[in-house]
C-alpha cells in the first residue's frame, strides 16, 4: 500500500515525525507540491499510483481523481476540505475524511493575541526600542498609538460554536461582557457577562468584533459597507475564521477614514495574500499569514487524528467522513 503526503511541510515543518505512518505503508512525503488548481499534471503524477493521499491545502479536483485508478482514501490535514471534490470522490468510492476540532485552544488564543495586538502594539514598540528610541528619548517612556484597555468593553462574536465560546471565556476573564450572534443558541451559556444577540444588536453595542464562524451564503461578505455603518465608530474587528467574511475594500475604507479603529486579520480572501489586496495599505490593519492553527501541539494533534483516521478506514470502520 502507497501513501503519498503532498504537502507535508505545511503541517511537519521538520519538527514533528512521519515514522507512525511508516508502519502503514510504503510511505511518499513531499514538502510541498501545489495550493492552486495550475498544476492539476504534477498533482496526478504524484498520486497515481497511491493507494491513500493526505493533504492540506494541495487541491484534489475531479479531473484529477477521475485518473487516480488506485486511489481509495483522502484525509484532508485539516477541518476545511473544500480542496477536494468530494462528489466525485464519493462516485469513485474514495473516502474522504478531515480532522475536526484539533485547534480551538489556538485559535482563540491567536484571536485574543490578534486583539492585545492591537490594543498594545506590542510588535511595534519592541522592534522602536530595539532601533533605538527609547535609549534616545527625552521622556521617561512613549507610546506610538493609544493603549486599550479591554476592561469593561464589550465584544461581539459572530459564530458562537467551540472556538468563539473559548474566546469568549478567555475575554471574560479579562473583563469584557459578550454579545454573541449565532443560528442555534445554548441558553445554559448565558449568565451575567454573556448573552446572545441578533446581529444589529451586536453590530451596534460592539467595542471589538470577533469573528468565529464558517463561511457560507450566510456570513460571505458579513463584514460590509452595510454593516460597517452600524458599528460603534472606534469599532475593533478581529478575523481568524476565513478571509471571505469580510468586504476588504469596504473595511479597507473604513479603516482609512477612521470609522474602525484597527483590524487584525489572520485570513484573507485569496491566500496567499495578493499585493493588490486594499487592506496592504490600510491604516492600523495588522496581518497574519494564517497561523491561527499552527501551534505545535495542535499540529501534533493533526498527525495523531490522522494517523487514527487512516488506521479506522483500514479495519473497515472509518471516521471523520465527509463524504458519505
Known sequence: MKIVVLDGYTVNPGDLSWKQFEKLGELVVYDRTAFDRNHDDLILSRIIDADIVFTNKTPLPGNVLEKAEKLKFICVLATGYDVVDVKTAAKKGITVTNIPSYGTATVAQMAIALLLEICHHVGEHNESVHRGDWAKSPDWCYWHHPIIELAGKTMGIIGYGRIGQTTGRIAQAMGMKILAYNPSKDKSLESETMRYAELDELLAYSDVIALHCPANEQTKG???????????????????????????????????????????????????????????????????????????????????????????????????????
Open 222 to 324: 458579513i463584514i460590509n459597507k452595510s454593516n460597517i455603518a452600524k458599528m460603534k465608530d472606534g469599532v475593533i474587528i478581529i478575523n481568524n475564521s476565513r478571509g471571505s467574511l469580510i468586504v476588504e475594500e469596504d473595511l479597507a475604507e473604513a479603516l482609512n477614514n477612521g470609522k474602525v479603529a484597527g483590524a487584525a486579520l489572520d485570513v484573507v480572501s485569496s491566500e496567499p495574500i495578493k499585493e493588490s489586496n486594499p487592506l496592504l495599505k490600510a491604516k492600523n490593519c495588522i496581518i497574519t499569514p494564517h497561523i491561527s492553527w499552527a501551534s505545535y501541539e495542535a499540529r501534533k494533534r493533526i498527525m495523531d487524528m490522522a494517523e487514527d483516521n487512516l488506521k479506522h478506514y483500514l479495519s473497515g470502520n472509518p471516521i471523520n467522513v465527509v463524504n458519505k
